[in-house]
């Protein structure tokens, strides 16, 4: 049976490995406040970010342990990983959440001249309120705050063990899933219904959650991939398409599937065999020493025979892990090198027909010489369920 | 049967009232980053935001409609709500993730002289890299960025007819999962189950989801109200607390049950009974006129009986909505008056024993006169199940 969490060795290792970054970067810290950040280099695992009430804040010295300035509701959930030094503040205290701590720590740091890294870079976010953030830089006019986004990225991209263990567990919990849906779906079942079965499906296979479920219905193909479901019946000649976000111990799945439902148009097929294709292509072009533009190209050589445009959604997969969506894109402008360990997504989408899109996703390690699918290989063609 | 989403017309009169006060404070406008934010103004409704790769914008201008400046992939699903000025990119695009599209819009207002608002303040962060809100800054020296957290906090703070309709709904769903749990669960159940049958139980009742579960057993009580599941099997003599966020129509529930398993011991009982006897009290100052910070002290006064710290949570209570948690805070700080409309939660809590805690939980909405429970009142007493 799989363990749940990370033994500490693990956390003081990824630790180890962000502070000989720091070093060589000559920054005297990290300072981290979101929540897949704060996770990795402590293991601290809640759903309670879902509250945008209380800031969370983690620092990586140079050296050391990390020191967590934290909320006291989470004292107790911190005090069982391998951090020692927890301050705490009573949260939420609108006029000083976590500011003064924050203070303390940083302001030697600043009296000595020394910098520290932040993450300010592509697909972070400030998690802390924009007034407060401008409160301490006020306090603290000589700390220099870099960006140091790459170094925590660098990490996270490549999966260690324990990590891919929780992926490939959650990915077979989604296939186990998928495999269920035509068991389940019946025409003029309302799409809020199978969203419903379905995240009722990947519970019963052991999924700890599905926190992310989209999809669309639609009359020959779909128009839209980002849905919320609505209350429309399924019907003959519709094509279903589900995305989901399964969880377990905090790692995500990320792939979807197509169905027709009881027939299907050459148009849809057509779509269907070339979205295979080029997962084909991109399957074939993961290996290391690819960059993830090579992966792009493989994939968009094939999706060009029906739409050169190369779809609306900017990317033909990414990264996977803590979150539904991690570095790298598989983009044009992402030269970052394929490197074994990596868990990522291959997403090629297309438009066809009349107005309507199809995308297709499998999940996958890269190995030391290629990849190796987590997911249960989409069928080679369209397949059609309630016949 | 309840409608999903919104009427055109009530997005439209919800941007009415913000322009009002945008118009009174002298802001040309309001920059939306978030989404519940981008939501209450345009009913645009997706879990796709869980991915952190792209930034979304809404801008609501002091007069007229709403423009949206997001990825290409929300296009489609923007399209369908009332706003008409939707300006997209093909995202991610690291190098221009929006900025150029941002800074068309807002340097003739910089031009001008005038000021626009944003959500600066408690409980927001900044939903895009702080590098490219620096860049977009530097790129307007002469735009006055004030903070306007209050517009949208006092808006969002009194639900509407048709919000109330969608927390009703779903509280009714929490409360009957919670009357389930003595059918699911037995002695020897490991908590990942307790957790993993609760969602089923919620999803088979009607939930969407269930984005929010946290919860604890231990012997005599539990140490800790924000914790994953572990694998521990349920004992006699554990005290197990689940709180759950469920979800329908992108509007949650928020609250608590408590349960002793075989037996419990007179702490833990009274404990509860204090707890209940609080959540009374608040129940009978949770009218309008009074404040948040009223509410807190009619309920801290009862808990006091075995607990003087107030507890490690902060507060005593707060908001619901779009959010698991969302303005204001029943607390000491918080002095906002409590108006009709308004739907909150109660949720008094207290250490006792030998470090245990306990918390309780109800969702009320308040009425011309006082408070409706939205939920079903938890049992007066410790219920004592696996007997």
Redesign the interface.
Known sequence: MIS?GFDNAECEARTKRAQEKLASQDLAGLLLMTEPDIRYFTGF????W?????PWFLFVPQTGKPIAII???????MAQSWIDDIRCW??????D?GLSLLYDLLSPIEARGQKIG??????????????D??TLCARLPNLILE?ATEIVRSLRVVKTPAEIEKLRHICAIGSASFADVPNFIEKGMPL?EV??QF??TA??H?A???????GAAGQGGY?????????RPLQDGDILMLDT?ATW??YFCDFDRNFAIGSADDEAKRAYDVLWQATQAGLEAAKPGNSCADLFHAMAKITKQIDPT?G????FG?GLGM???EQP?H?A?DHRIIEQGMVLTLEPSLSYGNGHMMVHEENILITDTGAELLTTRASETLPIICT
């Open positions: 749940r695992h809640t759903l309670f879902q509250s945008p009430t209380r909320p006291e509701i989470g004292a107790a959930l009573s949260a939420p205290t609108p006029d959440d932040m993450l300010k870079g592509h697909e972070t976010s400030l998690r802390m309120p924009l007034q953030f401008e960006d809020e969203f419903r995240r009722i519970l019963g052991g700890d959650d599905v926190p992310y479920l989209v128009v839209d991939v980002i849905s919320p479901p609505s209350r976000g111990d905090g190369g609306d959604i900017g990317r990414h979150q539904l969506t894109s983009a402008f």
